[in-house]
Nanobody, 125 residues
Framework: QLQLVESGGGLVQPGGSLRLSCAAS????????IAWFRQAPGKEREGVSC????????DYADSVKGRFTISRDNAKNTVYLQMNSLKPEDTATYYC??????????????????WGQGTRVTVSS
């Protein structure tokens, strides 16, 4: 059974950093695109970043470019989201999602159907 478990969320001051982890089980991330989404209270879910199965192709929302970095460790079957220079507007529940990769379609073009339960990030002084 495919499972994704996020961790690493918490309370951080503006300008601080957090690293989120997405641990996969029941499947091998080598063959999957992995994405991070977030949803703030009262707002719609938005895509934050994704990585293709090769780990070389990545995509970022404009709001996080230059601050967030997605990476994967296929040996650990885990994907990470390093978040630096955090802002109050980054406060949200962050979810990772997985979808089997096909061909050379960009990871941002996929509809993700496998989701974790989320980890809460609060940026506040």
């Amino acid at each position: 059974q495919l499972q994704l478990v996020e961790s690493g969320g918490g309370l951080v001051q503006p300008g601080g950093s957090l690293r989120l982890s997405c641990a996969a089980s029941g499947f091998t991330v080598d063959y999957y695109n992995i994405a991070w989404f977030r949803q703030a209270p009262g707002k719609e879910r938005e895509g934050v970043s994704c990585t293709g199965r090769d780990g070389l192709t990545t995509d970022y929302a404009d709001s996080v470019k230059g601050r967030f970095t997605i990476s994967r460790d296929n040996a650990k079957n885990t994907v990470y989201l390093q978040m630096n220079s955090l802002k109050p507007e980054d406060t949200a529940t962050y979810y990772c999602a997985a979808e089997r990769a096909h061909g050379y379609r960009p990871c941002g073009s996929y509809v993700y159907t496998n989701w974790g339960q989320g980890t809460r990030v609060t940026v506040s002084s």
